[in-house]
Structures are given as C-alpha cells and as structure tokens.
C-alpha cells in the first residue's frame, strides 16, 4: 500500500547542533505537510509545500520539497531545547487523505 | 485557526465496555476527522465524519466497533465499542476547512485505558 516513511526514528543531539529528518513517498505527492508534536501533546500544523522544489524557512526551521514531489525534509539548524518533540510529516494517499509518516523524535541534551 | 475541545481527555475503562468521546469546534468546519495514536506511533485515520450522513471508514476499521456521529458542522462522537486492551491508545478528532489534504489542526485528543 501506499506508505510515506521517514528517518531516523529517533535523534538525540547536542543543544546547538543542527538536525535533519527525511520523509520519503512511494508515490508522488500532490503537497506535503509537516506537524510537530510536544511529548504529551497534539500535532501541530507548521507548514504545507506544495511545488516541486520548493523551500521554505521558519526561523531556524528549513522545510524542502523535492523535485520529483516525492520526498522532503526539515532541517533544524542550532537546536534548543524548545525543539524537542516528534515532527512528522503527512501526505496524500491516493484515497485523498493524509497519510503521516512514522514521525522522527528529537531530544536535546541542554 | 480552530479551537476544537475533546471530552473526556482521559479514561480508564474496563473491557466489554464502550466509551463516547466528543469533539467540539468553536466554528464551522468542513471536514472533521478521527485518528488513533497508539504510545510511541503515529497518527492512523479511522474515519472521515460526515455531517449528516454516514463516516467513512478507512481500510481496518468498522461501523460496528467505531460508530461516529456528526449532526452539525462543530460537533461530532467517536464512540469504541465492546473495548479489549488494544484500543488503548490516544484518540484524536482533527479539523479541516477544505478537502482531505488541506491543513488539519488537532483537538487535545483522550487518552484511552483499557483493563
């Protein structure tokens, strides 16, 4: 079946260390969303991608789509302790629904 | 964005028995949505809630063990049926104002315990 996976399961980084998650497609994506979730916590919406290659910016966050619209990452540069959750993203199934990823769990040593 | 309210935020329940959780939106939505979230894992639609009509399950789920009701656009109930140990998990109702694949925001979800 149509699946969306993404790497690592888990991150433990250094405070100030960037991170990356990576998020990858079986097919390609019409958009893909991104969500994070504190421990205890709902998803959040951050944000939607929608064309091919496209790159986003939030602060010291950096969402990317890829060119084939079939993988994207979020890449988090000098991580604090704030950032700490599961980001996950989500994209189209071929139902017309979100299908989220395994979701990647960040924690950081202050 | 949506305020949504879920009740309860958490339960401990007995097996055999079935538990009603609400979904509230302080506005209008158009879509609204149910997910299970087992400890560790990831979000797994179980259906679309459909006002005023019947959900739509996704692949694995059934009317029967999952009976959702929607009769406005701010409300809707999941309700588990005849609960085993392995509904536990956390459920939550999400929003969207378009299709499927537009931006969803999640309710504060109920943590679901089962003896």
């Known amino acids: 079946g149509q699946q969306v996976m993404q790497i690592p399961q888990y991150q433990h980084v250094q405070e100030g260390e960037d991170f990356t998650t990576y998020c990858n497609s079986s097919t390609t994506l019409s958009n893909i969303q991104w969500y994070k979730q504190r421990p205890g916590g709902h998803p959040v919406f951050l944000i939607q991608l929608v064309k091919s290659g496209e790159v986003k910016k939030q602060k010291r966050l950096t969402f990317q789509f890829g060119e084939a619209k079939k993988n994207s990452s979020l890449h988090i540069t000098a991580t604090q302790t704030t950032d700490v959750g599961t980001y996950f993203c989500?994209?189209?199934?071929?139902?017309?629904?979100?299908?989220f990823g395994q979701g990647t769990t960040l924690q950081v040593k202050p | 964005s949506a305020v949504i309210s879920q009740k309860p935020s958490r339960d401990i329940c007995q097996r055999g028995t079935s538990l009603t959780i609400q979904c509230q939106v302080d506005?209008?939505?158009?879509?609204m949505f149910w997910y299970r979230q087992q400890p560790g894992q990831s979000l797994t639609l179980i259906a679309t809630?459909?006002?005023?009509?019947?959900?739509?399950?996704e692949s694995g789920f059934v009317i029967d063990k999952f009976p959702i009701s929607r009769p406005n656009l701010t409300f809707s109930t999941l309700t588990v049926s005849n609960m085993s140990p392995e509904d536990s998990s956390i459920y939550l109702c999400s929003v969207a104002d378009g299709y499927g694949t537009d931006t969803q925001y999640f309710g504060p979800g109920t943590r679901l315990t089962v003896l």
């Open positions: 809630a459909n006002q005023g009509s019947e959900a739509t399950y």
């Open positions: 989500a994209g189209e199934s071929n139902t017309g629904k979100l299908i």
């Open positions: 506005s209008q939505v158009t879509m």
